[in-house]
């Protein structure tokens, strides 16, 4: 509260230049730059913000103390208001605007007895609301005639759909519709003409008109060069006339649901696969924009996402290349000189247990020089049993494997299995 005082008390000190008349003394300059230094101080004494401009603290700031004081002075004069208290500030306020001028006191303080009232004078003066009530009349009058005349436009343009509707009615040969019933009270309309004469060609040949009982909803022409856009009001009627399309293929005329964009998409992805069903001879069909393949329904979103899981599919990389079969060991048999210190150890498999492997001497030419092991024929039957309950191991590799240590390491046996080791 103290610095709002000390801001209005050096507020006061620029009363004659904020509040005088234009003149030499008093200019628009002086008093930006009355406002300027009021804002300064304001700032220094810190009543406002730094980023508080001259226009805020002299329209907001100053205009709201204004307007506060002065509502509360006219409170205080009103009968039964009650008590109104006015701090130091709203006095203060009232100081600087003074109390006995008009724009505080109001016309209150003119004197209404003065002896210089002439009455002829005053009953001669124009009152200041004629000229606006005229000028309210004026725009009143020529509002009025803007809106009749659309209005009057607008009716002509109903009247004339209603007649292209009614030609319409009257070519087809259908029967009048609510929105041209009102037309047939006219004399000059009602007059229907006996016959009407349709030009005859070859090719609408396969064209019929349309049959007098149904019933048509509405139906209307949206442009010269555009479609005929027909309602009807029963469902089986159009699903009629949809299915018997096919009789109007050469003709010229075309007729199809209104669908939307949407409905169009989706009948097109729906068509294309309901085709590739029929190529691979399934029993597939449309019902309800669903897609029934073999008793089972799809979507056309359903159709889409699996098409697109396919595409990326075939996009990816394909699997690693299957590993490769693995080569024998080629071995050469040198001579016998070269041979009798080598030693090897024969394994078919790894079936066959440790104690009958055997270590077998090869001589000059592959012939058999030396067997250190022999095996018996208990040994004999305890490996064919053992075999017998083995199925994952081929026989010819075990028969093999015998006949070459019984009999001596002959040639080499075909099985990629058999290693022979230095």
């Not at 700031?61 to 701090?87: C, F, H, M, P, Y």
Request: hydrophobic letters at 25%; one cysteine or more.
């Amino acid at each position: 509260m103290e610095k709002k005082i000390s801001f209005l008390q050096k507020l006061r000190e620029y009363k004659e230049i904020l509040d005088g008349k234009f003149s030499d003394k008093v200019s628009s300059e002086k008093k930006q730059q009355a406002w300027e230094e009021l804002l300064q101080y304001a700032k220094s004494i810190g009543m406002v913000s730094e980023s508080c401009t001259k226009e805020k603290l002299r329209d907001t700031t100053w205009g709201n103390w204004k307007r506060r004081a002065k509502e509360k002075l006219d409170k205080s004069r009103q009968t039964g208001s009650g008590k109104v208290i006015l701090t130091e500030l709203d006095n203060l306020v009232l100081d600087i605007l003074g109390r006995n001028t008009p724009g505080v006191m109001g016309m209150t303080g003119v004197s209404s007895d003065s002896e210089d009232t002439d009455e002829d004078k005053c009953n001669s003066v124009v009152p200041t609301n004629s000229s606006s009530s005229k000028i309210n009349k004026r725009r009143t009058a020529k509002t009025y005639t803007t809106k009749r005349r659309k209005a009057a436009l607008v009716d002509a343009q109903k009247y004339k759909n209603q007649l292209e509707c009614l030609a319409l009615e009257r070519q087809l040969q259908l029967p009048s519709t609510a929105l041209t019933d009102n037309l047939m009270t006219d004399s000059s309309l009602s007059q229907v003409p006996e016959e009407i004469s349709f030009p005859e060609e070859d090719d609408n040949s396969n064209i019929n008109t349309v049959d007098g009982t149904s019933d048509i909803d509405n139906v209307c022409v949206f442009g010269k060069s555009r479609h005929i856009l027909v309602k009807l009001t029963s469902f089986l009627k159009s699903r009629e006339i949809l299915t018997n399309c096919k009789k109007l293929k050469g003709t010229g005329v075309s007729i199809s649901e209104d669908l939307s964009k949407e409905e169009r998409e989706e009948n097109k992805i729906l068509r294309k696969h309901l085709k590739e069903a029929k190529e691979q001879k399934l029993n597939a069909y449309i019902k309800n924009n669903q897609l029934v393949v073999n008793g089972q329904a799809y979507t056309a979103e359903e159709l889409q996402k699996e098409e697109e899981t396919e595409i990326q599919n075939l996009n990816k990389p394909n699997s690693a290349p299957p590993t490769p079969n693995a080569r024998p060991r080629q071995f050469s048999i040198e001579d016998g000189d070269k041979l009798e210190e080598f030693e090897s150890t024969v394994k078919i498999n790894n079936k066959i247990p440790e104690r009958l492997e055997d270590k077998v001497f090869i001589g000059k030419k592959g012939e058999e020089k030396e067997s250190s092991s022999k095996i018996g024929k208990e040994d004999k039957k305890k490996i064919r049993e053992k075999q017998k309950k083995e199925p994952a191991v081929r026989k010819s590799s075990r028969t093999e494997a015998l006949r070459s240590l019984n009999l001596g390491l002959k040639t080499p046996p075909a099985t990629n299995s058999t290693n022979i080791r230095k």
